[in-house]
């Protein structure tokens, strides 16, 4: 099986209307000239409609959490029905800014992993370990932990459809990027873990953390890395084109 890559943009709390309006005119049908890749975008919550009227075929969307229900008394949560009903995709979960800033639980990360999965979502599944977790040798450990407590006894999901995003805590939004041997080496430990543990060898591995145009390629040249989940540099179309053009 061959791996598509994916170039996912991450908006995070940013990008207001006109910005939206602006990235996709600018952004046209750029895209569909790749069809070798797939490119998601997941703006936050009030502009996923804007996004799915003025973007071009060829870009997916994706929201940036989900509520593990699907509709109710959830005050101030978005569940699967609006999810869907706003066609978007793909589902990012345990992004590390919802596990330490937000302080996300295990229970309700795992919780929204199996519901996406039951309500028929892709799934973007996020891990990383912060600095000092590297500093003490403790990142294989970490990342290993954050696998098992999302997907133990709770996998059934295509590979295509999952995809993990090693995201190191250190390198989100500093401008430190990890380099492509340690992204490697950490991607490479993922799939060998997600092949014993699950049999899933051909999900798609992604790197985020200050990923920009000047350091994409070599990340993407590297065998298991299959993509990037990009904030910063996701925001305007100009910076967004040359991700999704990474090998041009
Ligand atoms: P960044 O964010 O590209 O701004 O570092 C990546 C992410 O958090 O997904």
Known sequence: MTRKKIIAGNWKMNNLKEDVV??????????????????IIAPSIPYVLLASEKKGKAVKLGVQDIYPEKKGAFTGQVGSEMVKDLSAEFVI??????????????????KKVTFAQEEGF?????????????????LF???????SDAFDNNLNIS???????????????????????????MHKFIRNYMKEHYNK????????????PANVKE??????????????????????????????
């Open 93 to 110: 979960i345990g992004h590390s800014e919802r596990r330490h800033v937000m302080n996300e639980s295990l229970e309700m990360i795992r």
């Open 141 to 147: 450990a970490v990342i290993e932990k954050q696998l």
């Open 22 to 39: 602006a990235f996709f005119e600018e952004l046209g049908d750029f895209a569909s000239n790749f069809d070798d890749r797939e490119v």
């Open 201 to 212: 060898e051909n999900v798609r591995i992604l790197y985020g953390g200050s990923v920009k």
């Open 159 to 185: 590979d295509e459809d999952l995809i993990i995003a090693y995201e190191p805590v250190w390198a989100i939004g500093t401008g430190v990027v990890a380099s492509k041997d340690e992204a490697e080496e």
């Open 122 to 138: 892709k799934i973007i599944y996020c891990v990383g370990e912060t600095l000092s977790q590297r500093q003490k040798n403790e």
């Open 219 to 248: 990340l993407l040249s590297m065998p298991n890395i299959d993509g990037a989940l990009v904030g910063g540099a996701s925001l305007k179309a100009d910076s967004f084109k040359k991700l999704i053009a990474w090998d041009k």
